[in-house]
C-alpha cells in the first residue's frame, strides 16, 4: 500500500523559509514521479513542483520559481520542499503526491497523472 506522509508545515512570517518533507513507502522508487501542491482556502489546488524520483531536472510553477527546491533523498525515500521569501500568498496546505513515471528522460511534470496523495500539512505565512 502506498502510502505518503507529509511534515514540517507551520507558522512563519512573511521572508521566511521552510523545509517541508514527505516520506512515501509502499512503491518502487525509480519507477515514480514526485510533486508537491498546495491549496488555499476558497482556491483550487495548484501545483508547486515536480520531479522524477530517480533524479532529473525538476519543475516549477511560475508562482514559486526562483525560491523554492524539490529535492529528494533515495535512502531515506523522502521529497524535501524548501520554500524561501515565504509571502502571504504562499499560505496553504501543502500535499505531496505520487503518481507513475511516464515520459523518459527523467522529467515529471506537475500536470502528469499522480494517485497518491498525502493528508497534507498548514503553512500560514504572516506578514
Known amino acids: 500500500q502506498v502510502q505518503l506522509m507529509e511534515s514540517g508545515g507551520g507558522s512563519v512570517q512573511a521572508g521566511g523559509s521552510l523545509r517541508l518533507s514527505c516520506v512515501v513507502s509502499?512503491?518502487?522508487?525509480?519507477?515514480?514521479?514526485l510533486g508537491w501542491f498546495r491549496q488555499a482556502p476558497g482556491k483550487e489546488r495548484e501545483g508547486v513542483a515536480s520531479?522524477?524520483?530517480?533524479?532529473?531536472?525538476?519543475s516549477y510553477a511560475d508562482a514559486v520559481k526562483g525560491r523554492t527546491t524539490i529535492s529528494q533523498d533515495n535512502a531515506k525515500r523522502t521529497v524535501y520542499l524548501q520554500i524561501n521569501v515565504l509571502k502571504d500568498e504562499d499560505t496553504a496546505m501543502y500535499y505531496c503526491?505520487?503518481?507513475?513515471?511516464?515520459?523518459?528522460?527523467?522529467?515529471?511534470?506537475?500536470?502528469?497523472?499522480?494517485?497518491?496523495w498525502g493528508q497534507g500539512t498548514q503553512v500560514t505565512v504572516s506578514s
Open positions: 520531479m522524477y524520483a530517480g533524479g532529473g531536472a525538476p
Open positions: 509502499g512503491y518502487l522508487w525509480r519507477s515514480i514521479c
Open positions: 503526491a505520487a503518481g507513475p513515471y511516464r515520459r523518459r528522460g527523467g522529467i515529471c511534470y506537475l500536470d502528469d497523472e499522480y494517485v497518491y
